[in-house]
């Protein structure tokens, strides 16, 4: 299924075109936000791209990531000016609402001063000047996408310069591997406080039933301990089976134990039990994903 643009809601979604029209520098790879020109664009193949996984830091006299990953693949790079009267957070929230409506990963992100200076986003990470703001008005997100048997990382980069200019910039790395990248506690907490839920883990297409790794489990202990003030409900969905459609009674048991697992495992790693709940919930709440085996996270309270 190639991910169609999202129209008729008001809100323009993200579109990963396919992998052609990635050698392609004049096809912009996603839908701008509302009125917003096009500054820049490149694209360029065989790219060593390093993905922030945290906030930049000071150390020893010199600024550095925390937390990165190295990627190999071609990287889209585009740049977007804002039209006047539009925040840097109303256009990030958009890029945000696009990507997490077709499933993407979010791996970290950050707001504001708790990124770090500006100037290292601008320079050290995305190569352009323009992007040097307000330290008080940037958001970065990373975040992970497969999709019609691609691997994506997609950066997203939104700021107010001092001038009161909005820019907004991606860059979309076609990976050249499958592998998993690493998500952070941060990538977790992110988009719980601010969108209420997430999806933890995923069938993927050769599977069956969705697998969460070791490191999601290790960030997600990390996440809730980092913040005390969240508690989950562990949401388990499954669909018709192989062999055909299943009752509703089976399919709700087999989505009860993948979130019971995931439980179980939040608790042996120390979690209290009473922040964290299993429900299955089998087909009968299909969400942006539709019909695909999942875990979500749907933080308590909202």
Known sequence: MTIRTLLGTGI??????????????????VEPFGPAELERQRVADNQDYLLPLSAWRRAGGDWQLEQSERLTGTLARFTWRIADGYSAAEAHRHWLTALRAVGARSLYGCRGRACGPSNQWANAVFDNRELYGLDGAQWFDALELTEDGHHYAVAIYSVERGNRRVYSHLDIITLDSDRPLQITADGLLLPLREHGQLVFAQAEAAA??????????????????????????????????TSGAMDVDALQARAQEY?????ASLVERGIPAQRVQAAGVGPLAPGTLGRVDRIELVRAGR
């Not at 323009?12 to 790879?29: K, V």
């Not at 999601?216 to 409900?233: G, M």
């Not at 979130?259 to 439980?263: K, L």
Request: hydrophobic residues 55%.
């Open 259 to 263: 979130a019971d697992r995931v439980v």
């Open 12 to 29: 323009a979604a993200l579109t990963l075109l396919a992998s052609a029209a990635l050698a392609n520098p004049t096809q912009p790879l």
């Open 208 to 241: 069956r039933e969705p697998v969460v790794a070791d490191d999601a489990l290790a960030a997600l202990v990390q996440a809730l301990r980092k913040d005390l003030s969240v508690s989950l409900y562990v949401v388990g969905h499954s669909y018709a089976g």
